[in-house]
C-alpha cells in the first residue's frame, strides 16, 4: 500500500490536522507521503518532512495553488494518484472542497469523515449529525478519504523524509481568487484549543461576547466558539460555528454559555472530554450531555466565574 | 440564466433519529421527512434571482421515491417552474446522484446548479463538488453570497478562517452554505397553483445510469451514549469541581 496525505496549511504554517491524518493514514498502513501544494511554503513542506513515518514530502509550488482552489488542486492530486492506493485529507473546508472533487475525477466514492479505520478498505463515520455510526467497506480499488481530525492522535514529530519537488498539473482555469477575509485572533484555534467556551443565541449581541467570554476565554487560553443562531444573528463571525455543519471540536473542557443544545450543535461538540453548561433553563437539552450543569443567568454567572479565576 | 436546482428528501432536521436494533440502518418508518435544509436554502436563492431577473427558469430534480415529489412540490410553491423525479426507492449516494444529475445536465443545459452543501441524512458534502467534477466546471461550495458579475459568477464561500470570495466562470455549480438566506415559506395560493407546475417523472434506466453503491454499509450502530452529569448549585461549587474533580483547570 501506498498513501498519499494532503497537507493542509495556509502557506505558512502547517496545521495540526495534517498529522492527525498521517495517523488515520498509519492505521490504514502503508507507504505515506504528504502533498504540501502552495506557493511559497517551504517552511511548510520542512514541517511536513518532520512528521514520523513518512517516506517523503512533495512539493509542488505554483500560483496557482495559493488559495487552495478546487479545480487546479484537484487536478494535481488526480496527476499523482497512480501511484496511491489511497488518498487521505482532513475534513477541513479545504478537505471538503477539493477532495470529492478528485474523488469523482478517479471514479471513487469518497469515504467522508471518518472518525475510525476497522480495515483498509473499512471506515466508520457519523451519520445525521451523529446520531448514528455507519460502518462502510469501499469497493473502489483506490480510496479517497477525509479524516475528521479530532477523533485521531498527532503523529509525532521525530522524523526526517526527504522533499521532492513535483511539477504543477495543468490549470483548468476555471475559477479565480477574489480576496479572502480571514477571521484576526490571538487566541488558539478552535479545533486545536484544549478549552473551548462558546456563547449561544442568549448572548444577545457581539457586545456581550466581548465582555462577558472573551475576558474568560483570554483568562483560561481557551478559544471561542458560538452556535448556529449567535453566528447568523452577527455576533460572531461565521468560523465561530461548532457544529454538525460547522465545525467539530473535543478539547478537555467545553464551556457552552447560553446554548440550547440541539442536535445540531451537540453533534460538533458531544466527543468533548468534559462538558459544563450554563443555562438560566434547567430542561435546556445540553444539560443531558453536561457533566456540570449551572442553571443561572448568565449575565450574572459569567462575571462571577471571571473573578472566581483571578 | 437557467437554473437546475437538485433536491433530497431527507428525514427532517427536528426528528431525533432511531438506529435499527438489527443494525441495517435508521427507522425511517412514520418519521416526518422534509426537503434538506440546504436545499430549501438553494430553492429560495434561485427564486431571489429569477426574481431579480437574473434568471428565467428553474428546473428543480429530485433523485428518490415517489414521495419525492412532496419535496418538488414545496419547491416550485417557493417559485420553481417545473419539476424532474428520477425514482429509485434505494437509497442514494453522492458519486451515482452526481452522474444522473451530469446527464441531467446535458439534457437541460442550466448555466448555474445551484445545490445544497450536504445532505444532513448522509452528511457527505460532496455531490456538488463530484457534479462539478464529472462536467468539467468551476465549483463555489459553502456559499453565503452569490453575485453575477461581468458574466461571471462571484461566490463568498464560508471556511475554516473566515471567508473567501472566487469567480468562476460559467456555466458553473454553487453549493449553499447556512447564511446564503433564509428560505420563505409558500403561501396557500403559491401551494395552489405549484399543484399545476409540470413535473415529470422518469426512471435512472432512461438515462443509462446505474446507481449501483461503491460503499457497502456493513453495519450501523448508535454512538457511545453520554451520560448527563450533575448539577451544580453556584459558580465557585463549579469551579472547584473542574479543579478538584474534573482536573481541567
Ligand atoms: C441544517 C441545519 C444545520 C445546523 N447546523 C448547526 C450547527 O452546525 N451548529 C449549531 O449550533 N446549530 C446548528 N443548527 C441550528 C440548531 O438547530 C439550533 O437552532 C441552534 O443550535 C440554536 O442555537 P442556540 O442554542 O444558541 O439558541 P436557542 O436554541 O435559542 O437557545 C438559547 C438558550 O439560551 C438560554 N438562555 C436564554 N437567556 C439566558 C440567560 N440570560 N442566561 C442563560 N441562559 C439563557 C435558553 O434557555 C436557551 O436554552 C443547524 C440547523 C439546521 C436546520
Ligand atoms: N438523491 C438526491 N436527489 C437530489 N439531490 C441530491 C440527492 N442527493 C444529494 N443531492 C444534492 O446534493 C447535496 C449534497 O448532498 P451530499 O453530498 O449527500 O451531502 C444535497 O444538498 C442535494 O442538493
Redesign the interface.
Known sequence: MAILVVADH?NEALSDATHKTVTAAQQIGGDIDILVAGKDCRPVAEAAAKIAGVRKVLYADDARYE?R???PL?ALIVSLADDYDAILKAA???G??????????L???????IIAVEAPD?FV????????????????KKKVVTVRATAFKAAEENGSASIEDVQPADD?G??????????KSERPELTAAK?VISGGRALGSYENFEKLIFPIADK?GAAVGAS?AA??AGYV???YQVG??G?VVAP??YIAVGISGA??HLAGM?DS????AINKD?EAPI??????????DLFK?LP??NE??G | MKLLVPVKRVIDYNVKVRVKSDQSGVDLANVKMSMNPFDEIAVEEAVRMKEAGTAQEIVVVSIGPEKAQDQIRQALAMGADRGLLVKTEAETEPLGVATLLKAIVEEEKPDLVIMGKQAIDDDCNQTGQMLAALLGWPQGTFASKIEKKDGEIHVTREIDGGLQTVSLKLPAVVTTDLRLNEPRYASLPNIMKAKKKPLDVKDPSDYGVDLKPRLEVLKVTEPPKREGGVKVETVAELVDKLKNEAGVL
Open positions: 495556509h488559495h482552489l478546487a479545480e484537484a477541513t473546508t479545504t471538503k472542497n477539493v477532495m470529492p472533487r478528485a474523488a469523482a475525477l471514479d471513487v466514492m469518497q469515504v467522508s469523515d473499512t463515520r457519523p451519520i445525521y449529525a451523529g446520531n448514528a455510526l455507519q460502518t462502510v467497506k469501499s469497493t473502489d483548468p476555471l475559477s479565480s481568487f477574489v480576496k479572502e477575509e480571514l477571521t478549552i483560561l448556529r453566528v447568523d463571525p461565521n468560523d454538525q455543519t465545525k478537555e473542557l442536535i445540531q458531544k472530554k468534559v462538558i459544563v434547567e444539560f443531558q450531555v453536561a457533566d456540570y450543569g449551572l442553571v443561572a454567572a462571577e466565574l472566581a479565576l
